[in-house]
Each structure stands twice: as C-alpha cells, then as structure tokens.
C-alpha cells in the first residue's frame, strides 16, 4: 500500500521533470497529477493549493490527445496530457471498468513531496477522458505519432486550451465553517459548548444516562463482558437509543440515524462523567502534530488514557486543511462486542454552515502489529464497502468522496495523524498535565459510583468541565529555543580547529520502551515518551525553568 507524507521522498518513481513541468499519471491507487516546483516558497505552494476549476479537452488530431488544464489561485493555469500506451494494461482496464472519480495533485520539490491535495473530479469529466483513452487504444501509433500530435495542440498556450475545453467548477468536499464570531455568541465558551452537546442529546433521548448506567450494572450479567478501559461499547449504545425507536422501521431514515447516534452516545457518556478539556501549549500543539509517526502504533499505550474520554481542544491551534475550523475531537477507546476487536475512537467536533454542531467519526481498527495507516485501512475498507451498497447516493456525493478504499485511507490517514500525536502524549510517562484551577488536583482520578433510591448505581457529573493545561512548561522551553536557534544568540568558540554546530533545533520524535519482568511476557507493558526539539547550542540552565505565567487580582 502506497503510503503519502509530505517533506519525505515521493512513494511512486518520479518522472523526469524540469521545474515549472507537470506529469499525469494513472498509478494503483488512481490518477496522480505531478507538478515540479524546486525551491518553491510557502506562498507559491499556497497557490497551487486553491485549485478553482478545471477544464478536459480532446484533440481532433490522428491520435486523440487527452489534455486536463487546472486553474488555480491567482490565474495560474497547469496543463497537463495522457498517453494511454505508456500505462500498465491491468491498471488502465481497472480504470476504464470503474467509478475512480479522484485525482491526487502532488507538488514536488526534485523528489520531496512539498504538498498532497486530493480532488474529487465530476463524473462527466471522468466519463469524457475515459472515452478518449479507448479511442487512444483503438488508433495504432508510436510515441513519434503522439508527439508530432501533441505538438500541434501545444500550439496553443494554456488559456486557450481551458476556453476550448469541457469546463467544470471544482467544489471543495467541506463546507466552510460559522465564523468565529458566531460561534462564540452561539456558545460563548468551548465549555458551554460541550455541555451543550449532552444537553440536547439529553433533550433528543431523556433519561439517557440513566438508562446508560443501568446498562452497564448488566455487564457480566444480561450482557457480555468487556475491558474496563472501555466505558460503554458502541453496541450498547445501540441498545439504550434503539429503546426510543421501537415503532421505527429497520433501514428507515430514522433507524439509520439511531446507528449514527450511538457511536456519538459512547464518547459522550464516557466523557460526561469527567469532563476533561486537554489545552495544550501553542508550541507543544504545534511540534506534536508535526512529529513523524512510524512502526507499529503502541496499542497497550491507548490504555493509559487518563479518562475513559478525553477531549483535545484545537483552540484555533493550526491544522490539517481538512480539519480546520474544527473545535477539537472526543478520543475513546472501544470493545467490539461483535468481533473483540479493539477500536480507537475520535469524533471530531465542528460546525455545519449555520453554526450547529456537527461529529464526525474516525475510526482505528488497532492491533498489535499495525501501522497508523493499516489501523485506518481497515476502517477505510469498512465504510468504502459501505458506500457501494448505497449507491442511491447522489452524483454530487460520489464525486466528493475519494475513488476507492486506497485514496479514502490516504484521507483519513492525513486527518488522524494529528490526533494520535496529541493523544499519545497524553498517554506517555514524561507527560505534563496541570489542572487549570486546582494545581494539587491530579489527572486520571474517576468518579466513583453512587448508590441512589432503589439500588441503583449511577455515576453524576462535576458541576463544571475540567481544564487541564497540558505542556505549558515545555512549550515555553521550546518557543524560547526556537527563538535562540532563529537568531543564532548563541555563539561558540572553536575547538581544535574545527567549527562550533550552528545553533538549530533537532526534530522531536516519539521513544517506546517495555517496563516489566521480560520473563513473564503478560506483565510487560509499554511506555512511551515524547523527546521534544532538541535545542543544540541552547542555555540548559534555562530548559527547564518555569514559564507558567501567573495572574493576581489587583486590590
């Protein structure tokens, strides 16, 4: 499996390209467009990001030429032709029988990858280039024929071609989110806005916590067992919300929304019992979510969740493209009544265009052995399969989602990367979390249940969510050895002849390590710590100094 990260070598070999030149090529996993851009700045990439519209074009020439031409930001205008003889067979017939409807624009710097952007094109447009890539195989030609026609369509620039063209608006998949300001008289802060969510879920299925708790005094009992680490599984879920849809048809409109609400009713009663709001520092968020992630994901760490639920706050932190706007994500873990399979669990929180909220659900189907990306692979095969059995869903639909299990694990793998990084750092042993009101207070401490009028054992909320600020020390630590490195304050004399290191901050990465007798494998288990940017040349006096900033009232 073709996996994609941006600032590494490209996946697939790189065809020989001069700087400003494109490439389009028909690989596995769909069609890629490759456009070489050497030393391009920040600026020049963002451009290349903010595709408007496209246009498709076929030649009347003795070897039909396919030409694809993109208008970006700025005017800028790529183009881009296909010559179907110099694709693999089996590939090209895959194309040609299927419903592949997305392009991935690749940006390269000589064989970096700089930028990755998935595009959903129309189905028309598909069907046009299909048409053209049989007549193509249906004309015998030599690649001196298809040149010799392709330098009579390249007579006209770019532009002309886009005018000549079939022409199609390209529609992003999300809708942007409310503005900030909205939001906030909407909710007025993040934490109103979570007890919101467990307001009108109360308000949509009353007394659905109770019934919750009722549910889990049966574990071991009417219903099978499961791990503590696990709240309430999905399935369970299930069988509280399906109680208010007795009368409803299976399948029907309403029965599939139960089934939606059901895995958002397993991260919010997991949640609701502690309410913990994770905020991390800026610069801790900003590093985390750029720390590589390779080998197998530690699954036993997932366990080391200080709450059953915890919610990671994005606070206009910058992200992915695809999960901007987003206020944060509910993690959980699950038990899979059905298979034992163990799942993380994000569902990530944001807005629909008029300002209500909205979930959505990423799921890892963890194990032990598996990558991040073969933990979403297996989520990815699940909902694709899903997707052919509906096929009702409308063109607009189809053509927003990416074209096969492939693409769509790509998709999710770049949206939950991220989140892992966050939450691994929750779990690791060098972790630093402060309560944002009680410092004495400690993290990880569970509620205990109560016994209430008729013997029952329910489990009540705090009367406020609890803040955690997570990595408030280091974050400082490391902005202020950014700065140092950004400098060059620290200077160095030479030593033997031989140059001082420039001053520059190493990158961070994740260390794993097994605590435990190695002689009884049951016993071991896994820790892992977060290594932040190294600062060489830096004060370490200073690394480690309190930069918590302290505000008192003013008498």
């Known amino acids: ?104 624009v690749v940006l390269l710097d000589a064989e970096i990858v700089r930028s990755i952007r998935l595009v959903g094109l129309e189905p028309e447009a598909i069907r046009l280039f299909q048409e053209t890539i049989r007549r193509q195989l249906a004309v015998q030609y030599t690649q001196r024929d298809y040149d010799r026609d392709l330098w ?44 919101g969510h467990i307001a009108r879920f109360e308000q949509r299925y009353p007394k659905i916590w109770r019934e919750i708790d009722r549910l889990r005094m049966e574990r071991g009992r009417s219903l099978p067992e499961w791990p503590d680490w696990c709240f309430v599984p999905v399935a369970v879920s299930m069988i509280a919300v399906l109680r208010y ?108 265009e008029d300002g209500s909220p909205k979930f959505v659900p990423l799921v890892l189907h963890v194990g032990e052995g598996r990558s991040i990306h073969e933990a979403i692979a297996g989520f990815a095969a699940t909902v694709f399969e899903q997707m052919e059995r509906h096929r009702e869903q409308s063109a607009r639909d189809r053509m927003l989602m990416p074209g096969d299990a492939v693409t769509l694990t790509d998709t999710l793998t770049v949206m939950a990367r991220p989140m892992v990084s966050l939450l691994l750092y929750l779990c690791s042993a060098n972790a630093e979390i402060q309560h944002a009101k009680h410092s004495e207070r400690r993290v990880g401490e569970r509620p205990a249940a109560k016994r209430v009028k008729g013997g029952e054992l329910r489990l009540f909320p705090p009367d406020n969510a609890n803040l955690w600020r997570v990595g ?44 435990g007798p190695r002689s009884d494998p049951d016993r071991r288990m896994p820790k892992v710590q977060w290594l932040p940017p190294i600062f060489v040349k830096g004060r370490q006096k200073e690394e480690n100094e309190a930069i918590i900033p302290v505000i008192k009232p003013v008498r």
């Not at 290349?48 to 030409?67: G, I, K, M, N, W």
């Not at 942007?176 to 993040?190: D, F, T």
Request: charged share 25%.
């Open 245 to 352: 849809y007795r009368h409803v048809e299976q399948f029907s409109p309403e029965w599939l929304k139960s089934i939606a609400d059901a895995g958002v009713l397993s991260a919010l009663s997991a949640w609701r019992v502690t309410q913990g709001v994770y905020d991390f520092h800026p610069e801790l968020f900003a590093r985390l979510v750029e720390t590589p992630l390779e080998g197998d994901l530690p699954v036993g760490l997932f366990e080391q969740m200080p709450e059953w639920c915890c919610y990671l706050s994005f606070a206009d932190r910058r992200m992915e493209k695809m999960l901007e706007g987003c206020h944060g994500a509910f993690v959980h873990l699950e038990h899979d009544l059905n298979t034992g399979r163990r799942e993380l669990r994000f569902l990530v929180d944001m807005d629909q």
């Open 1 to 104: 499996m073709v996996v994609w990260d941006v600032g590494k070598p490209c996946p697939v070999p790189v065809p020989s390209l001069a700087d400003g030149a494109t490439a389009l090529e028909l690989w596995e996993d769909g069609l890629i467009l490759f456009i070489q851009l050497s030393g391009a700045t920040d600026e020049e990439l963002a451009i290349y990001r903010d595709l408007r519209s496209y246009a498709y074009f076929e030649s009347a020439t003795q070897v039909p030429v396919a030409v694809w031409i993109f208008e970006f930001g700025g005017s800028s205008f790529v183009d881009a032709n296909f010559n179907a003889r110099k694709v693999r067979q089996d590939v090209l017939r895959k194309f040609l029988d299927g419903q592949w409807n997305s392009l991935r």
């Open 152 to 195: 009579t369509v390249y007579q006209k620039s770019s532009e002309e071609l886009f005018a000549l063209g079939r022409r199609f608006q390209h529609r992003p998949a999300p809708a942007p989110p409310a503005p900030v300001r909205n939001r906030r008289r909407l909710y007025g802060s993040l934490a109103d806005r979570l007890r």
């Open 472 to 515: 408030y020390r280091i974050g400082a630590a490391i902005e202020r050895a950014r700065e140092e490195a950004r400098k060059g304050a620290v200077g160095g004399a030479a030593v033997s002849g031989r140059r001082s290191p420039i001053p520059h901050v190493r990158r961070a990465h994740w260390h794993t390590f097994w605590t």
